[in-house]
């Protein structure tokens, strides 16, 4: 069962633009969710990370947007790189599970120059 | 401090063979989790062991089993491969200082599993 579900599953953008990644959740036990990047032959990587009472959280270029009622939360990339290219993907953590993570499917995002 | 290493880094194997992965995790880390990556599924929870005893498990067939040593470096085993087994096996570890904190998970490179 997909508890975490995640578009788009590839994105092209400018270098500069703006790429959105939205996910979506059911489990309302879910209280932490961070996103991951992944670059080519490595492991995910934190980059961010989001407590369901917070609406906004801004870390550089990366901010997410989190609306608590819809169970939805995006990943927005300000002025985006060709070094941003990567798959991103988002998760949602039951912290009293244990920290059994529950990952969406994957954004690969491409900038292109 | 050095991160996450994952031994062997590439790995080939046919239907019905059996084959065993290994994690180190960070130094101090006591929390170490498995995860199967595929195209099509993203990343998948197989398990995570916490000083030597497994306290979750995802929905995998028994096939998949795993383990964790005194020293919390841990291994995964898959008996009787299948061709569907063929992925990226992630290894992620964590300080898990409490039951009710989410400390952030640190992932190894990966082994790349192909079953031919």
């Known amino acids: 069962q997909q508890q975490v579900k995640q578009s788009p599953q590839s994105l092209i953008v400018q270098k500069g633009g703006i790429p959105i990644i939205n996910c979506a959740y059911e489990n309302t036990a879910f209280d932490y969710f961070p996103w991951y990047q992944q670059f080519p032959g490595k492991g995910p990587a934190l980059l961010i990370a989001i407590r369901p009472d917070v609406s906004e959280k801004k870390e550089g270029r990366f901010t997410i947007s989190f609306n608590k009622s819809a169970k939805q939360f995006s990943l927005h990339i300000m002025d985006s790189q060709p070094g941003d290219s990567a798959t991103y993907f988002c998760a949602a953590v039951y912290s009293g599970g244990y920290q059994k993570v529950t990952f969406g499917t994957g954004t690969k995002l491409q900038v292109i120059p | 401090k050095a991160g996450v290493t994952q031994t062997p880094r590439y790995l080939i194997k046919t239907r019905g063979q059996q084959v065993t992965l290994s994690c180190s995790p960070i130094?101090?880390?006591?929390?170490v989790s498995w995860y199967q990556q595929t195209p099509g599924q993203g990343l998948q929870f197989l398990f995570e062991?916490?000083?030597?005893?497994?306290?979750n498990k995802g929905n995998f067939p028994g096939r998949f089993s795993g383990r964790q040593f005194s020293n919390s470096r841990s291994e995964m085993n898959v008996s009787t491969l299948e061709l569907g087994d063929s992925a990226l096996y992630l290894c992620?570890?964590?300080?898990?200082?409490?039951?009710?904190?989410?400390?952030?998970?640190?992932f190894g490179p990966g082994t790349r599993l192909t079953v031919l």
């Open positions: 130094s101090g880390h006591r929390s």
């Open positions: 992620a570890s964590s300080l898990a200082l409490g039951d009710f904190s989410y400390n952030e998970q640190f």
């Open positions: 062991y916490f000083s030597e005893t497994q306290r």
